[in-house]
């Protein structure tokens, strides 16, 4: 919900959604604050680290630019304001501001295929994660629907994010779960022993990736700055080296309706992940 703030109330900005390495959080933080510098504004760049739920951070009245997950986003009855939207680097996002799930298993697994893991433990993160959980679901009810019966003889949720995916995978407890992409990526880049436990076998169809949004009511001059200042950070000098290593291209402006659909997924007639 947008909420009106007068002028003396403190906003704040957080990152925490992308944070997947304590130098990729330092990246994040560091960047935010460059934006926040250029436009003039302020803000306290707050941490908000796991396993604190993200939806009390997203359910704060002072967030003037924070990343949040596009179900959420979607499922607000008064919506956030949509800030930017990130583009990752790598070649498989076109340049454009989306994501996919990865389904990984562990890397010594014997799966050569989706369709090989049936029959197991599926994994996800949470119910209402859009990347852990409902892209998850809405990927595999088709195979669901053709089988007529349940895919996986067990489902085990609550891990919460990728690392808790990951850990599990290496663990033995499950045999396939949802990873985020560029949460993936960033993984690969900055944590590659770790992210090398598990390998990828199936991503999902391309979704628009979590924006950065404000849930206090933000003055249009305020509004621009921000903006400007996103858009300015894909070709400043002293960034590169940081954007390159946040796998960033840079910020896109997106159409809120583009994160409509997200809802429908949710509600749709796909069994849930423990029916899966």
């Not at 680290?49 to 008064?78: H, I, K, T, Y």
């Not at 799930?101 to 197991?120: H, K, N, Q, S, W």
């Amino acid at each position: 919900m947008v909420h009106a703030v007068k002028s003396t109330q403190a906003l704040v900005a957080n990152a925490r959604m992308y944070s997947a390495t304590p130098a990729v959080k330092a990246d994040w933080k560091a960047l935010l604050a460059w934006v926040m510098a250029r436009a003039g504004l302020p803000w306290d760049l707050i941490d908000y680290d796991a396993p604190a739920p993200l939806s009390v951070l997203w359910a704060r009245n002072d967030l003037g630019l924070a990343m949040m997950c596009g179900l959420p986003f979607a499922q607000r009855g008064e919506r956030p304001t949509l800030v930017a939207a990130p583009i990752p680097s790598p070649a498989r996002y076109g340049g454009k501001p989306v994501y996919f799930t990865d389904i990984v298993v562990r890397a010594d697994a014997p799966y050569r295929t989706l369709e090989d893991t049936f029959g197991g433990v599926i994994g996800y993160t949470l119910a209402d994660s859009m990347s852990g959980g409902v892209a998850l679901r809405h990927h595999l009810a088709p195979y669901r629907q053709a089988k007529g019966s349940r895919l996986y003889r067990q489902a085990v949720g609550e891990l919460i994010n990728a690392r808790g995916v990951i850990a599990a995978l290496a663990e033995g407890r499950i045999d396939a779960g949802p990873l985020d992409s560029y949460y993936h990526d960033l993984l690969k880049a900055h944590d590659p022993g770790f992210a090398a436990q598990v390998r990828t076998l199936a991503s999902t169809a391309p979704l628009p990736i979590p924006p950065l949004v404000a849930t206090a009511a933000l003055p249009a001059e305020t509004l621009q700055a921000l903006r400007a200042a996103l858009l300015a950070s894909a070709t400043a000098a002293e960034l590169a080296p940081l954007m390159q290593r946040l796998l960033l291209a840079g910020f896109a402006f997106p159409d809120p309706n583009d994160y409509t659909p997200l809802a429908a997924m949710d509600g749709g007639p796909a069994p849930t992940l423990d029916e899966i």
